[in-house]
C-alpha cells in the first residue's frame, strides 16, 4: 500500500486576471476550484498511472468536507482526521502577469489528533511506501517528520519525503527511499552557489552521505537529475511543451517516479515516468491525466 500524509490540505481558489493592479477592482476571467494539498496530488497522479492509495491527513470545518468530497471526486481514497478547532484552508492563486498566492491559515492541530495520525500509520507494513510532502503548520511540532519515520523504522517502508531545509536534513538519519530538493533548496542547505552538474552531483552525493538513498533534483527548465542508490547519475531533459501550471508539478514528478520504480525497479524508467508526469501537469490546467502522461512519455523518449 501507497500512503500519503496532507498536514494541511486546502481548497485552492485559482484565478487568473489580465493585467493585475493593486489597489482597484480587478474582474476574473476565469475561475476554477480545486482540492489542493501535496500528499493529495501525489495519490491522485498514483491513481491516475494505476496505483492505490490511502491519502491521510487533517480536515476542519465546512470547508474540510468539501475537500474530503473532493478527494472522493477524483477518485482517491481518502481517510482523513477531523479537527475539532479551525477550517481546512482556502488557497488563492493568481495567475495573471505574475502568479501569486494567498496561502490561508488552517486548523489547530492537536497532541491528540496527532496521536490518531501514528495510529493509523502503524498499520503499515513492510515494503509500503509512505510520501511526505510539503510544509508543516506552524501547530505542529517541527520535528513531526522525524517522529513519524522514527515511530516506523522497525517497518522497512520506502518513505519518499519532498520538504525543504531542516525539515528535511533532519530525516535523511532515517535513510528515506528518496528526496527531492532542487537546486536552489541544495544552496540553502549547504550556504553554497552551484556552478554546474558537476557541482549539483557533488552535493546530491553529500545529501546521501547524510542518509538519502536517492537523491532526485528538479531543476525546472533545465530538466532533472538523479543520482541513485547504486552510484549511478541519471540525467532527464524536459517535455516540450506550453506551461499553464505550476501547482502540483513537482508532485506528480514524485508520484511518476514512484510509479516508475514500482514497475521494475528501474531508475531510469523512474526518472522518465517521474518527468513525463511532471510535465503533463505543467502542461494542464489542472493535475494531469493518465492519457496526457503517456503522451509526455512517449515524446520525451522521441527527444531522446
Do not use: W
Amino acid at each position: 500500500m501507497i500512503y500519503t500524509v496532507t498536514f494541511n490540505p486546502a481548497l485552492d481558489y485559482v484565478i487568473s486576471v489580465d493585467h493585475f493592479q493593486t489597489g482597484v477592482v480587478n474582474r476574473v476571467n476565469e475561475e476554477h476550484i480545486f482540492v489542493g494539498g501535496k500528499g493529495i496530488n501525489v495519490s491522485f497522479i498514483l491513481k491516475e498511472l494505476g496505483y492505490s492509495t490511502k491519502a491521510l491527513g487533517f480536515t476542519a470545518g465546512f470547508t474540510g468536507e468539501k475537500v474530503k468530497a473532493g478527494v472522493k471526486e477524483m477518485g482517491v481514497d481518502g481517510d482523513f482526521i477531523d479537527v475539532e478547532e479551525g477550517m481546512s484552508r482556502i488557497n488563492v492563486k493568481l495567475r495573471s502577469d505574475e502568479e501569486t498566492e494567498i496561502n490561508g491559515m488552517g486548523p489547530k492541530i492537536t497532541e491528540s489528533d496527532l496521536y490518531k495520525l501514528f495510529a493509523k500509520l502503524d498499520k503499515m507494513g513492510k515494503s509500503d511506501v509512505l510520501v511526505l510532502s510539503g510544509s508543516i503548520p506552524s501547530c505542529v511540532p517541527n520535528n513531526i517528520y522525524e517522529t513519524i519515520l522514527e515511530k516506523l523504522a522497525s517497518k522497512n517502508i520506502y518513505a519518499v519525503v519532498d520538504a525543504t531545509g531542516q525539515l528535511l536534513v533532519n530525516v535523511l538519519k532515517y535513510k528515506p527511499f528518496l528526496i527531492k530538493p532542487n537546486n536552489f533548496e541544495i544552496e540553502d542547505i549547504f550556504n553554497v552557489k552551484l556552478q554546474g552538474e558537476e557541482d549539483i552531483v557533488k552535493y546530491a552525493k553529500k545529501l546521501q552521505e547524510m542518509g538519502a538513498r536517492n537523491v532526485l533534483v528538479s531543476l525546472a527548465g533545465d530538466g532533472s537529475l538523479l543520482v541513485d542508490e547504486n552510484g549511478e547519475t541519471h540525467r532527464m531533459g524536459v517535455c516540450k511543451g506550453k506551461v499553464k501550471n505550476s501547482v502540483g508539478a513537482g508532485d506528480s514528478m514524485v508520484a511518476g517516479f514512484i510509479a516508475g520504480y514500482l514497475k521494475n525497479g528501474d531508475y531510469e524508467e523512474a526518472l522518465e515516468l517521474g518527468t513525463a508526469s511532471g510535465g503533463a501537469t505543467a502542461f494542464s490546467d489542472s493535475l494531469a491525466t493518465k492519457d496526457f502522461i503517456y503522451e509526455n512519455l512517449r515524446n520525451l523518449r522521441g527527444n531522446k
